[in-house]
């Protein structure tokens, strides 16, 4: 098992940033990698970016690229959503992925195995 713990969510003005991190703990040894993903209420989960454990190769949305950036800490098993030039769309509940997977589409929710409990972006105007 895997436990992820996401912390970083929070109110803030569109144009503004904010750091989300995520630390998994358990059997972290056999992983792919990690990433986000959202949902805005009423809409469909979203794949958001992850990150390779192997080689940091990283994949984003086409929405968030040059505003996000996806990074990683191996030793603490850590990793890190910063979110500049946020913008009001960007509002949505952000979950922490992990994968046990190799070789899946990154893009889809079923490489991943656990899931965090969400945290909440919301961008004013």
């Known amino acids: 098992q895997v436990q992820l713990v996401e912390s970083g969510g929070g109110l803030v003005q569109a144009g503004g940033s904010l750091r989300l991190s995520c630390a998994a703990s358990?059997?972290?040894?056999?992983?792919?990698?990690m990433g986000w993903f959202r949902q805005a209420p009423g809409k469909e989960r979203e794949f958001v970016a992850a990150i390779r454990w192997s080689d940091a190769n990283t994949y984003y949305r086409d929405s968030v690229k040059g505003r996000f950036t996806i990074s990683r800490d191996n030793a603490k098993n850590t990793v890190y959503l910063q979110m500049n030039s946020l913008k009001p769309e960007d509002t949505a509940v952000y979950y922490c992925?992990?994968?046990?997977?190799?070789?899946?589409?990154?893009?889809?929710?079923?490489?991943?195995?656990?899931w965090g409990q969400g945290t909440q972006v919301t961008v004013t105007i």
């Open positions: 358990g059997r972290t040894f056999s992983s792919d990698g």
């Open positions: 992925v992990f994968s046990v997977k190799y070789g899946s589409s990154w893009w889809s929710p079923s490489k991943y195995d656990y």
